[in-house]
Every structure is written in structure tokens, then in C-alpha cells.
């Protein structure tokens, strides 16, 4: 997860929409699939130190919501909450546990 100062960086570096917000808003039914940028092209100097792989990981993908892989477009959202994947990965374990699945 980005702070506040990395993401203005990464947005005013790589010439994106004014925030995040912007680009979790964009409809996929509207995306042009070849302005999208295909993740599978997205490389990483591995020396880079944590925060300067995110911002050129933000760099290169430019939308981190809304991007392509192959010829799929990818559109991600996440639930707000404060539940984890491991919280939501275990409750949905134990559900199929007591329903014998």
C-alpha cells in the first residue's frame, strides 16, 4: 500500500489521473485495451529498495486498477472493510467444514 506521499509521486511521475480514486472509477466496458498498459510487460530492477519498486511499478502500470494482462482486461476493487484475505480465506473454510464440502 502506498502512503499519500508515494502515491502523489508515482501520479506526478508517471503523468496519471489527479488520484487513485480517478482510476478505481474508470469502467472497464469503456477501457481501450490497447491504451492499457499489459502487466506481463512490467519489469522491476530487483535492487531497487521497496519504495522505488513500487513507484516504478506504478510507473510502468499506470493504472493499478484498471490494466491489462494478455488479452484480458483486469479491473480490480476491493471490499472496504477491515477484514483481511486470511480472515475471509479462514471463515470460508471453516464454512465448508461444517457443511462438510
Do not use: W
Request: no cysteine.
Amino acid at each position: 500500500m502506498l502512503s499519500g506521499e508515494e502515491r502523489h509521486a508515482a501520479e506526478t511521475a508517471a503523468g496519471m489521473p489527479d488520484s487513485f480514486e480517478k482510476m478505481k472509477e474508470m469502467d472497464i466496458r469503456e477501457a481501450d485495451i490497447n491504451a492499457l498498459a499489459d502487466i506481463l510487460e512490467i519489469k522491476i530492477d530487483s535492487n531497487l529498495d521497496s519504495t522505488e519498486k513500487k513507484r516504478e511499478f506504478i510507473r510502468q502500470i499506470k493504472n493499478p486498477y484498471l490494466y491489462r494482462q494478455g488479452e484480458y482486461i483486469v479491473k480490480l476493487s476491493f471490499a472496504d472493510t477491515d477484514a483481511t484475505l486470511t480472515d475471509r480465506l479462514k471463515e470460508y473454510i471453516e464454512h465448508m467444514a461444517a457443511t462438510g464440502l
